[in-house]
């Protein structure tokens, strides 16, 4: 079975930076593509980024693109979230997916992604 665990996480100021983690177990990492997703209270969830799992093409929401980086190290099993220039309006629970047969068209779909880990709280003040 395929988990995701997070970590990282956590308070910060308005245009700090934090990195979340999200590790992998139980199939091979290598061969799964990993989206990061968030929901804001009383929102619905959004597309935050997302990397492919052959070639490592990227994907990032329009309200990311240029401060966030998503990467992945598949020795250590593992996607990052790199948050730069965090906003108030980043402030979110942080969910990392991950899927092995998803197609470019449905990297941003959540409902795409089969494997979910739990959720880690950002919170940005002004």
């Known amino acids: 079975e395929c988990s995701c665990r997070r970590s990282g996480g956590g308070l910060v100021q308005a245009g700090g930076s934090l990195r979340l983690s999200c590790v992998m177990s139980g199939r091979t990492f290598s061969g799964y593509s990993v989206g990061w997703f968030r929901q804001a209270p009383g929102k619905e969830r959004e597309f935050v980024a997302a990397?492919?799992?052959?070639?490592?093409?990227?994907f990032y929401a329009d309200s990311v693109k240029g401060r966030f980086t998503i990467s992945r190290d598949n020795v250590k099993n593992t996607v990052y979230l790199h948050m730069n220039s965090l906003k108030p309006e980043d402030t979110a629970a942080y969910y990392c997916?991950?899927?092995?047969?998803?197609?470019?068209?449905?990297?941003?779909?959540?409902?795409?992604?089969?494997?979910w880990g739990q959720g880690t709280l950002v919170t940005v003040s002004s």
């Open positions: 990397i492919k799992r052959s070639g490592g093409a990227t």
């Open positions: 997916a991950a899927d092995a047969s998803l197609i470019t068209s449905s990297m941003t779909n959540g409902d795409a992604y089969d494997y």
